[in-house]
């Protein structure tokens, strides 16, 4: 489970990008975070896995809390969060198993796995990600082989390989055409129910985040403006 409490965050610039935002995301939950450009939507997801440091408030990702870790004890956190991204942030000329791999061994220890091999349960682990994903017959072509959707599931294998216990995804179909973006959503929640993981979609389309998600957290201003299922939206809450 993800909890936010009063998460504020004022830049060097005195821009208040985030106002005391509170919530929890339980376990399997998949919050669709909208909100206008300028809302503080980056900021918050920046926010939770400490990329930018909050000015205020705390971040528990289980027992865990991540703002009151030390510089050095980020590593660790940050492996127990996945994030998927707008533009798949693949290494385009290694193949889609190493790049599910690299989401594993971490950037820094994945180069430094091509002297050894790469162990025997990573990679079944790899390979049955990529099944999941609907990959297992492109494991050797090169990432940039591959179609956007694609690349979005290599995108979301990595994340998994990680074994998180968050999903942090930014836009992930902004880069998508329509029906693409239909299946990379389904995917993305179908997997977090069978995980039981928490994730926060930061998504400018409010009509897919209505159809797949099950909460939609509304920011403006730094502050949460709306928090409730989908159907609440259309009412004009
Ligand atoms: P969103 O992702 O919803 O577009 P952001 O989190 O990027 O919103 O921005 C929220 C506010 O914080 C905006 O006013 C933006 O200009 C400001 N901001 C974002 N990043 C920085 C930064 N690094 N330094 C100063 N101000 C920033
Ligand atoms: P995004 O597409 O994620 O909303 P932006 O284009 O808003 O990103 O911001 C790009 C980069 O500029 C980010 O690193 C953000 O933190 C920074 N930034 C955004 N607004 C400001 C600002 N007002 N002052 C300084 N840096 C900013």
Request: hydrophobic letters at 40%; a neutral charge.
């Amino acid at each position: 489970m993800l909890t936010v409490e009063a998460l504020t965050k004022t830049y060097k610039t005195g821009d208040k990008a985030l106002r005391s935002v509170s919530f929890t995301v339980p376990k399997g939950q998949v919050v669709g975070l909208i909100g206008p450009s300028g809302a503080g939507k980056s900021t918050l997801i920046r926010c939770i896995n400490r990329l930018v440091e909050p000015s205020e408030g705390r971040v528990l990702l289980n027992d865990l809390d991540i703002t009151g870790l030390p510089a050095g004890g980020l590593r660790r956190a940050r492996r127990q969060i996945g994030m998927i991204f707008q533009e798949y942030a693949l290494v385009e000329r290694l193949s889609v198993m190493e790049n599910v791999l690299s989401g594993r061994l971490g950037y820094v220890g994945f180069w430094r796995s091509f002297l050894r091999r790469f162990p025997g349960e990573d990679v079944e682990n790899a390979f049955r990600l990529l099944d999941r994903v609907g990959l297992i017959d492109h494991a050797d072509k090169r990432a940039d082989a591959l179609s956007g959707g694609q690349r979005q599931r290599v995108g979301i294998a990595r994340a998994l390989a990680q074994d998180p216990e968050l999903l942090l995804i930014d836009e992930p179909t902004a880069s998508l055409d329509p029906k693409t973006s239909r299946q990379i959503m389904r995917l993305i929640v179908e997997i977090c129910a069978e995980r039981g993981l928490p994730a926060i979609i930061n998504i400018h389309d409010v009509v897919l985040a209505q159809q797949f998600t099950q909460r939609i957290i509304g920011l403006q201003a730094g502050q949460i403006v709306f928090d409730g299922t989908p159907d609440l939206l259309d009412e004009g809450v």
